[in-house]
């Protein structure tokens, strides 16, 4: 890994992060990505079955049964447990993911969870042995693929598993030719952490709900549990607040460059939220403060400190003017209002406060804003959210932070830690998807360097107990891979961020601890190159990784 711009171990400036990115814009706008699509007319044969331990992320346990597979034929039918509206859900989604492609029907059925399986089976309860919510146990014979799970989130962690047993061309958009062959075996499985998250910034550069869709259809194929919307910043309000109509009205007007504005209705963020859920993602919205809100600020002249309307702001990074005036009643009744709405339209256990790059304030302020805001997200009955600068002004016991970087108020992070708060790793210099993955290409301007640059090795060799010193193992909840989107114009750049790294990020934070081995990733992370590719998704053709012929 190559870092530039700052000291290993040191806190990362914010005139570094600036003035690296500021060249980056330069040349960014307007730049088509450098794209790797590969071929999309190309289909791998699919005689053999895929290996029950070609999955990413690894399984916990896998034992196969050689001699035996099961063949979907097209007069299966898909077993849900009656009675459960999450079998239901999950079987849906199984079926909508099997039938384009194989051009069965496969009706879903409604039975006893005592029916003995046929066809393929979604089990709801009785998976005792099973550790957690997300745990499941997938056994496949020659007459049955069974799915048995304690909760919904098993069921759909095991079908995201099933769809990689069966062929590439599965992830085709088109009706394709059989066989639907998987290998016989057993997997049971469970995450090492409960909280796998990827973080869209929105905010920046808007993207619209289809964009977002897409995202998180990308995001539950390797069991990503969290998607976190970064929603605000300086340079866009992106969420409808009927309060405060202005927000969506100036605030959404631009974004960084001035390209791209717009916003979620209220209505197109409760689909996005749904389409999530029903896909095993949870959204986390986030509003930023104290800082970054001049989008806000430009948008009402009284949440200013001197009262007056600030300029929309479109450069990159932080705004000096982003300030939110912490000391104005004003601004706690505005954050009230808005997170009373965000409330009512999340159906998920988070909200995020931000916390985002506050170093310009005294530990004083950032305590006045978070001991104010962290309340209001209780009061409306949701878990507060936080980057880790947030973590000075908030009650520990009911808090997640989430770790950028070391360096930036250390012993405030372990001490939240210590009083309870669940902490989320998501260091800079690996998890960040946003960072360029080499500087081998100056000339293709996607992507930020100031935390170095980070090619898929480096997304996957880290720990996450081993990034800040003194933080107790326990109080880890898990991984985050934030995409920040001030060099990244639509889904092809974005896609080509995101992948192949997000999957590293998917195993480090779901496969047991013992298991991570890069030799053993590359080639399994190899084998999903044909299915991105079906899947039309723009995946960045790594030089480490042994991709098949054609990828
Ligand atoms: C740092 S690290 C930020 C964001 C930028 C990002 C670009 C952190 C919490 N904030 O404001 O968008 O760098 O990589």
Redesign the pocket.
């Known amino acids: 890994m190559n870092v530039s711009g700052r000291l290993p171990g040191r806190p ?1 400036s914010r005139r570094t ?1 600036t003035s690296v ?1 500021a060249v980056a814009m330069v040349v960014t706008v307007g730049v088509s990505t450098a794209a790797a699509w590969g071929s999309t007319s190309s289909t791998p044969a699919a005689s053999g079955a895929v290996p029950l331990t070609r999955v990413v992320p690894q399984p916990a346990s896998v034992q196969t049964k050689p001699g035996v597979a099961y063949t979907l034929s097209p007069g299966a039918a898909i077993q849900a447990t009656a009675g459960s509206a999450d079998a239901k859900d999950a079987a849906d989604f199984l079926a909508g993911l099997l039938r384009k492609p194989t051009g069965y029907a496969l009706p879903v059925r409604s039975v006893p969870s005592s029916t003995t399986p046929t066809g393929v089976a979604l089990v709801l309860g009785g998976a005792d042995s099973l550790k957690g919510a997300e745990g499941y146990q997938l056994d496949v014979t020659s007459k049955a693929v069974t799915i048995r799970a304690n909760k919904r989130e098993g069921l759909f962690n095991g079908i995201e598993t099933l769809r990689q047993l069966l062929p590439a061309k599965l992830e085709s958009p088109k009706p394709v030719g059989g066989p639907w062959r998987i290998q016989g075996g057993t997997i049971k499985d469970q995450p090492r952490y409960g909280f796998r998250g990827a973080m869209l ?1 929105v905010a ?1 550069n808007f993207m619209p709900d289809t964009g977002v869709k897409r995202y998180i259809d990308d995001l539950a194929r390797y069991k990503i549990n969290y998607l976190h919307l970064h929603l605000v ?1 300086d340079q866009g309000w992106r969420i409808q607040i009927d309060s405060w109509p202005n927000l969506t009205k100036i605030g959404g007007s631009t974004g960084v460059g001035g390209i791209s504005k717009g916003y979620y209705t209220k209505a197109q963020y409760k689909d996005i939220v749904g389409y999530a859920w029903s896909r095993g993602v949870t959204v986390i919205p986030e509003i930023e403060g104290s800082d ?1 809100q001049q989008a806000a600020l430009a948008s009402y002249a009284e949440l200013n400190c001197d009262g007056k309307a600030r300029e929309l702001y479109t450069g990159f ?2 705004s000096d003017e982003g300030l939110l005036c912490v000391d104005k009643p004003i601004t706690y009744t505005f954050m009230d209002q808005v997170i009373k709405e965000v409330a009512e339209m999340t159906p998920g256990p988070y909200i995020g406060i931000g ?3 506050t170093q310009n304030r005294s530990a004083a302020e950032l305590k006045t804003y978070y001991n104010k805001v962290g309340p209001l997200v209780q009061k409306y009955g949701k878990k507060v959210y936080g ?3 947030s973590a000075v002004g908030l009650d520990p016991a009911t808090t997640t932070t ?1 770790l ?2 070391v360096g930036i108020g250390d012993d405030e992070v372990i001490a939240a830690a210590k009083g309870g708060a669940k902490v989320v790793m998501a260091p ?1 210099d690996h998890a ?1 998807i ?2 360029k993955y080499n500087a081998e290409k100056p000339e293709y301007p996607v992507g ?1 360097t ?2 170095g640059t980070t090619d898929v090795p480096d997304s996957y060799n880290w720990d996450p107990k081993t990034v800040l010193k003194g933080l107790p193992e326990s109080a880890i909840a898990g991984v985050e891979a ?1 995409l ?3 060099t990244v114009f639509g889904m092809d750049q974005l896609e080509n961020l995101a992948f192949p790294r997000l999957l590293s990020i998917a195993e480090i934070g779901w496969s047991p601890e013992s298991s991570h081995n890069w030799d053993s990733f590359k080639t399994r992370l190899a084998a999903q190159g044909p299915r991105l590719r079906e899947a039309r998704v723009n995946y960045y053709i790594a030089p480490e990784i042994p991709w098949p012929s054609g990828s």
């Open positions: 990362l992060k990115i910034d920046r910043d970054h990074l932080k916390g985002d790059e980057w880790q600068e989430e950028w970087g800079s960040y946003d960072m930020n100031w935390a934030p920040w989107t001030e």
